[in-house]
């Protein structure tokens, strides 16, 4: 099931289940899981897209060998919050992928994400070959971290 609504997503969860966070590029897709007690985003790896079908099937790999129990997807929003072809492309996706697979989505705004992790990684004195390499799941690691970090906090308040 697809949520826009982070509540309705947290509703719809397993528990004691890991997450993953997805960058979602024209090239590749950034993968970061977290925990089981959903805390912590650790960025994993990067698919090199193809097409659809293998995408997919990589993805669910991934999910399998974690025990993933939803996905949170970077809703790459304009500055102003408007959606563009990025975001069409990301929910189309999205919808593909729930057809053949019934885990939770969600959708986590992800402005500025890829430049978060891009200073971090500089930070860190990364070369730049090495940033080109990892900054997908870099910056799928600050996706779900944000996403954590709302989820978390919607259960300290309620």
Known sequence: MIHDDIADFAAALPPFRALAGIDLGDKTIGIAVSDVTQSV????STIRRKKFTPDAEALIEILRQRNI???IFGLPR???????????????FARNFQRIHDLP???????????AAERALIEADTSRRRRAEVI????AGYILQGA?????????AG
Do not use: K
């Not at 989505?105 to 430049?115: A, K, N, Q």
């Open 69 to 71: 129990g939803g996905l």
């Open 78 to 92: 304009n500055m102003d919050g408007s959606e563009g072809p990025r975001c069409q492309a990301t929910r189309a």
């Open 136 to 139: 997908d799941h870099v910056a």
């Open 41 to 44: 985003a650790t960025p994993l």
């Open 105 to 115: 989505i969600g959708f986590w705004d992800e402005r500025l994400s890829t430049v």
């Open 148 to 156: 954590l970090d709302r989820l978390q906090h919607m259960r300290s």
